[in-house]
């Protein structure tokens, strides 16, 4: 099946191969999280974007690539993208690591607290840690820079298709601060070619959505 980004709760996982990483997409919950499976082709480390939810499916989608996990990394600390993260980090022995300000609201330590500009390496494969601020105080967006130059960056719920994330919810949230950082640290920072990958629904690029910023924030959201 050719990669199309388009996953639903129940279903098979979608997968993409890169030149030196493999993504794999699954949606899991009535929310239709999504869950990525990152392995680097060279050395079959593995690293998981956000056990949201169904351990038992989410460990079998480790096996799907080599069946070790080496690392887990939790976009944002909403209780939907979080559910299975103490199981899965106890079944599996995975290193955990989150946003250092959405830290201590996650359901276990993690490991390592992530700031803006940091890196995250497994196996060969080095993602860069964005931070968008907005949706949640210590949110995290990945990014790995391909061979070929282009980017495809891991977003949770700050950037979707069609818009950001949600920020009237709680008082911590801010519109103005996730626009801020999503025009900033996104699209000021990562050319047309990126493609993102959002914590629930279809991907998007950043050549589709750039054209938009400027209503979104007329809008306010």
């Given at each position: 099946?050719?990669?199309?980004?388009?996953?639903?709760?129940?279903g098979?996982?979608?997968?993409?191969?890169?030149?030196?990483?493999?993504?794999r997409?699954?949606?899991v919950s009535?929310m239709?999280?999504?869950?990525?499976?990152?392995?680097?082709?060279?050395?079959?480390?593995?690293?998981?974007i956000?056990?949201?939810?169904?351990?038992?499916?989410?460990?079998e989608?480790v096996?799907?690539?080599?069946?070790?996990?080496?690392?887990?990394?939790?976009?944002?600390?909403h209780?939907?993208?979080?559910?299975?993260l103490?199981?899965?980090?106890?079944?599996?022995?995975?290193?955990?690591?989150?946003?250092?300000?959405?830290?201590?609201?996650?359901?276990?330590?993690?490991?390592?607290?992530?700031?803006?500009?940091?890196s995250?390496?497994?196996?060969?494969?080095t993602?860069?840690?964005?931070?968008?601020?907005?949706?949640?105080?210590?949110?995290?967006?990945?990014?790995?820079?391909?061979p070929?130059?282009?980017?495809?960056?891991?977003?949770?719920?700050?950037?979707?298709?069609?818009?950001?994330?949600?920020?009237?919810?709680y008082?911590?949230?801010?519109?103005?601060q996730l626009?801020?950082?999503v025009?900033?640290?996104?699209?000021?920072a990562?050319?047309?070619?990126t493609?993102?990958?959002p914590?629930?629904?279809?991907?998007?690029?950043?050549?589709?959505?750039?054209?938009?910023?400027?209503?979104?924030?007329?809008?306010?959201?």
């Amino acid at each position: 099946m050719d990669y199309n980004g388009a996953v639903t709760p129940g279903g098979p996982a979608q997968v993409r191969e890169l030149d030196g990483l493999t993504i794999r997409k699954l949606a899991v919950s009535d929310m239709s999280n999504n869950v990525y499976l990152l392995t680097c082709t060279s050395s079959g480390a593995q690293l998981l974007i956000d056990a949201a939810d169904d351990a038992a499916r989410i460990v079998e989608l480790v096996h799907e690539g080599t069946g070790t996990l080496d690392a887990i990394a939790t976009s944002h600390q909403h209780w939907d993208h979080v559910r299975a993260l103490a199981e899965v980090a106890e079944q599996t022995g995975a290193t955990t690591y989150a946003g250092r300000d959405d830290a201590q609201a996650l359901p276990i330590d993690p490991d390592h607290v992530l700031d803006h500009g940091d890196s995250l390496t497994f196996g060969e494969i080095t993602l860069e840690v964005v931070g968008v601020r907005g949706h949640t105080p210590g949110g995290i967006a990945l990014a790995w820079t391909a061979p070929d130059g282009s980017t495809h960056l891991f977003t949770g719920d700050s950037l979707f298709p069609g818009g950001v994330g949600a920020t009237t919810h709680y008082d911590y949230q801010s519109f103005d601060q996730l626009i801020d950082d999503v025009e900033q640290r996104i699209f000021g920072a990562y050319d047309d070619r990126t493609w993102f990958y959002p914590g629930h629904g279809d991907d998007g690029t950043l050549a589709t959505q750039r054209p938009h910023l400027g209503d979104w924030r007329s809008r306010g959201w």
